[in-house]
C-alpha cells in the first residue's frame, strides 16, 4: 500500500458531517472537552507548544539518564504550574510567541530521555528490552517510523472531524479481527519512512488544510513515540494533539506523553484478561489499560473512551468496560460502537473463532446502550 493523501476541499466536510458543528452546541461536550476546544479554536496554545517554552537549565544531552529523570520531575511541576495558570486565566498566541524561547526546554528533555529508551526499549508493556537500533521486538519497529497515509479524516467522532490523521505502520497487539491489518500487522513497513521533521511537515500540512487536530493511530502509535515527540521540537503551528491508542504504554511512557497530549482517544476493548490473550494476544491487559486509564481520567485532561461491542461479549467485555468508566472516568464521553465485522484471521478461520464470526445483531447494541443508559453515561454525543 503505498501513502495515501487526501484533502477535504475547503468546507465539504461540513456537508457530509454537520453533526461536527451541532455537537458544540451540547453544553457536556463543550464542558468535557473545554481544554480540546480552545486549542482546537487558537484561543489556547497546544501543551507541546508549552513545553517548549520552560526552561532546562542544562543540555540534556549532558545528563546521565537517572539526572535527566530528576530533571524531568523538576520541570513537570513548573510545567503544570504553567498550565494551570493558562487554562486559569488564558494565553493568546500573541501572547505566547512573545515568552523567550529557551535554548534547551522540558520538551528537549523528553526527547533525549526517549532517544535513549529505544536502547532497551520499554515504550510499552511488551518490556522487549532490545536495542532498536539492531535489533526488533513485537512491534517489529526499529528506530525509523512509517507512515502508511495521512490525511483529513471525516469518519471520527464528531467533535474531531475533520481529523489531521496520520496512520503509523506496525502495532504491539495481534487482534484476529483487525479492521486495519494491512498496516499493522501484514505490510507495516509500506508507506514513507518518517522521521521528526517529516512528521512535523505532515502535522503542518494537515492543520494548514484544516484539520482540528492531529490524530496519531496505526497500526498503534506507541512505538513511534519518540519520533513523534521529537517532531513537536519542529512543528510551528499551533494543533492539539490527539492520542489514539491501545494505551498499553508503560507508566513512564505514559508520564512522558501526558504533557503534551491536548486529548485522549484510548480503546477500551476487553473486560478481561482471558478474552485480550485469545483475541489480541496480550497480558496483563486489564490491569494495564485501566491503570493508564485511571491516570488519564484522575488528570481532567479530555477524553472519548471508545468500546467496540464484540458479538457474544456482552457479559465478560461490555458491561465491566461500562461499569468501570462509569466508576472511574464521569468525565469520559464515550463511543460505544456497532460496526463490528468479522475481519482477517476471524474471516479465515471462523470456526476457530465462532463467538465473534457474524457482525453485531441490533438487540446486542441496543443491550451495550440500555446499559450505558443505567449507567448515566454520555455517549449519545459521540457514539
Ligand atoms: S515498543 Fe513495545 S513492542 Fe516495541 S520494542 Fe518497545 S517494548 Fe517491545
Known amino acids: 500500500m503505498g501513502v495515501r493523501v487526501v484533502s477535504v476541499e475547503g468546507r465539504l466536510w461540513r456537508l457530509i458531517r454537520p453533526d461536527a458543528i451541532y455537537v458544540w452546541r451540547e453544553e457536556r461536550v463543550r464542558r468535557k472537552l473545554e481544554w480540546y476546544y480552545r486549542v482546537m479554536n487558537n484561543r489556547a496554545p497546544a501543551k507541546f507548544m508549552l513545553a517548549k517554552k520552560v526552561p532546562a537549565e542544562t543540555d540534556p544531552r549532558d545528563l546521565a539518564t537517572d539526572e535527566l529523570w530528576h530533571l524531568h520531575s523538576d520541570l513537570r511541576r513548573e510545567f503544570s504550574t504553567m498550565l494551570h495558570s493558562v487554562r486559569s486565566n488564558g494565553l493568546t498566541l500573541d501572547e505566547y510567541h512573545k515568552l523567550d524561547t529557551p535554548k534547551h526546554s522540558f520538551l528537549d528533555v523528553k526527547i533525549e530521555i526517549l532517544r535513549r529508551t529505544l536502547s532497551s526499549c520499554e515504550l510499552c508493556e511488551w518490556r522487549c528490552r532490545v536495542n532498536r537500533d539492531v535489533k526488533v521486538g513485537v512491534c517489529r519497529l526499529g528506530r525509523e517510523s512509517y507512515v502508511t497515509t495521512y490525511f483529513l479524516h471525516v469518519g471520527e467522532e464528531a467533535p474531531l472531524v475533520p481529523s489531521g490523521t496520520i496512520f ?198 441496543n443491550t451495550a446502550y440500555e446499559h450505558a443508559d443505567k449507567l448515566g453515561l454520555d455517549y449519545r454525543e459521540v457514539s
Open 168 to 365: 503509523y505502520g506496525s502495532c504491539n497487539f495481534r487482534c484476529v479481527f483487525c479492521q486495519n491489518y494491512d498496516i499493522s500487522q501484514l505490510n507495516p513497513f509500506t508507506g514513507i519512512k518518517a522521521g521528526p521533521k517529516e512528521l512535523a511537515t505532515i502535522e503542518e500540512y494537515l492543520r494548514l488544510e484544516g484539520a482540528r487536530n492531529i490524530n496519531h493511530v496505526g497500526g498503534e502509535p506507541t512505538p513511534n513515540v519518540h519520533n513523534i515527540v521529537a517532531s513537536f521540537k519542529y512543528l510551528n503551528v499551533n494543533v492539539p494533539q490527539l492520542w489514539n491508542s491501545n494505551m498499553y504504554m508503560t507508566p513512564k511512557t505514559l508520564e512522558l506523553l501526558s504533557d503534551l497530549i491536548d486529548i485522549w482517544l484510548p480503546d477500551f476493548k476487553y473486560g478481561n484478561d482471558t478474552c485480550a490473550l485469545r483475541l489480541s494476544a496480550v497480558r496483563r491487559y486489564y490491569e494495564v489499560i485501566t491503570r493508564n486509564l485511571r491516570s488519564i481520567c484522575e488528570s481532567g485532561d479530555p477524553i472519548i473512551i471508545r468500546h467496540l461491542v464484540l458479538p457474544n461479549h456482552f457479559e465478560c467485555c461490555t458491561k465491566p468496560v461500562l461499569e468501570w468508566i462509569s466508576e472511574n472516568c464521569r468525565n469520559a464521553l464515550i463511543n460505544i460502537m456497532d460496526q463490528y465485522r468479522p475481519e482477517f484471521w476471524v474471516s479465515l478461520n471462523p470456526k476457530r473463532y465462532p463467538d465473534i464470526a457474524r457482525r453485531l445483531r441490533r438487540d446486542e447494541i
